[in-house]
């Protein structure tokens, strides 16, 4: 199974920060991963996928990058609206796994 | 607009069963892959299972294999998951997905999940 391992698990931050979030899998899984953003109570919504296509609809302040092992979501300015838990997805193969997720905090 | 509607949810006790379900609506939903994700509250996202659009192939987490089964009426546009051997350890909000993909002549692209419904919690105790 590829194992996720997903960076910081939590952060505090300010509105117009930028942050980064980081996920590493265990092998090789091409650019097969994407990024979901959760509020509480709420379904994930997916925000990137292959790595760094932008899903329609979310804002262009979202990015991601990198191929293989190594994956980043960054945030360019960070707003009210983008506290919340973000998640890592590989798509590569089964069983799909997670990342352990990410909550962003106001500092 | 796409639309996945989870039911089926609630209390059941450890040993015994429940079935959820899933209705979709706005795609064509016999031409998408479909899983289950659940929650465990306050913790993070575990993958489930996964059904082919066609139902030709399913694969499931280990911590579900031999006790969950994922099943799909493409006539009612409707997916399912029956639990058997309910634990305590199953106790989650359940969200049923979609899997996007695209295509490029006869080769097929998929891309995660893409739609998720609003999620069912299922309840295991005594």
């Known amino acids: 199974d590829i194992q996720m391992t997903q960076s910081p698990s939590s952060l505090s931050a300010s509105v117009g920060d930028r942050v980064t979030i980081t996920c590493r899998a265990s092998?090789?899984?091409?650019?097969?991963l994407g990024w979901y953003q959760q509020k509480p109570g709420k379904a994930p919504k997916r925000l990137i996928y292959?790595?760094?296509n932008l899903q329609s609809g979310v804002s262009s302040r979202f990015s991601g990058r990198g191929s293989g092992t190594e994956f980043t979501l960054t945030i360019s300015s960070l707003q009210p609206e983008d506290f919340a838990t973000y998640y890592c997805?590989?798509?590569?193969?089964?069983?799909?796994?997670f990342g352990q997720g990410t909550k962003v905090e106001t500092k | 607009q796409v639309q996945l509607v989870e039911s089926g949810g609630g209390v059941a006790q450890p040993g015994r069963s429940l079935r959820l379900s899933c209705a979709a609506s706005?795609?064509?939903?016999?031409?998408?892959?479909m899983h289950w994700v659940r929650q465990v509250p306050g913790k993070g996202l575990e993958w489930v299972a996964v059904?082919?659009?066609?139902?030709?192939?399913?694969y499931y987490g280990d911590s579900v294999k031999g006790r969950f089964t994922i099943s799909r009426d493409n006539f009612e546009n409707t997916l399912y998951l029956q639990m058997n051997s309910l634990r305590a350890e199953d106790t989650a909000v359940y969200y049923c997905?979609?899997?996007?993909?695209?295509?490029?002549?006869?080769?097929?692209?998929?891309?995660?999940?893409?739609?998720w419904g609003q999620g069912i919690t299922v309840t295991v105790s005594s």
């Open positions: 997905a979609r899997e996007d993909y695209g295509r490029l002549g006869r080769d097929f692209y998929y891309y995660g999940m893409d739609v």
């Open positions: 706005g795609f064509s939903f016999r031409t998408y892959g």
């Open positions: 059904l082919w659009s066609d139902g030709s192939k399913e």
């Open positions: 092998q090789d899984i091409r650019n097969d």
């Open positions: 292959a790595a760094s």
């Open positions: 997805l590989q798509h590569n193969s089964y069983p799909r796994t």
